[in-house]
Every structure is written in structure tokens, then in C-alpha cells.
């Protein structure tokens, strides 16, 4: 299993990310955000503000923001250069 253990907000819609089996990426998720529907859990991570609210959360072993919303650390991995 993969998950995150450690993540850090880089600017704009950038956050680095390093995964349990040691691999790191700096991961830009503007498109994937962008592209998510106006009635889901995505849409306040729209706007660039309430985006930089990202942290780490070492109970989910992922990134989290304010309003709950996650991203899979699988789908995280899939992202990663």
C-alpha cells in the first residue's frame, strides 16, 4: 500500500509530497482541481486562497484541506513524476 508521509504547500497549486516507499514529487494539481465538478467537495479549492489551506493529515496519511476534502494518496502516486 502507498501512502503520504509528508506534504508541504509550494505555490500556485503545487505541493510536495513524499511517499512511504521514499519517492517525492512536487505534484501541480491545477488541472485536476479545475476540472472537478462546481457541486462537489472540490470546487472551494478553486480559488487559489482557500487551496494554499493544504496540510498534511498523518491520520489519513494524506493532504487534506479545511472543508475536508482529500485526495487519495493512490491517486497522488499516479500524479507524481
Known amino acids: ?4 508521509v509528508d506534504a508541504a504547500y509550494r505555490g500556485d497549486y503545487r505541493v510536495f509530497v513524499r511517499f512511504n516507499d521514499g519517492k517525492e514529487s512536487e505534484i501541480d494539481l491545477e488541472n485536476y482541481i479545475k476540472s472537478k465538478n462546481e457541486e ?12 494554499q489551506t493544504v496540510h498534511f493529515d498523518s491520520d489519513l496519511d494524506t493532504i487534506v484541506w479545511a472543508n475536508g476534502a482529500d485526495i487519495a494518496p493512490e491517486r497522488l502516486y499516479e500524479m507524481a513524476c
Do not use: D
Open 1 to 4: 500500500m502507498i501512502w503520504i
Open 40 to 51: 462537489t467537495v472540490f470546487a472551494p479549492l478553486k480559488e487559489l486562497k482557500f487551496f
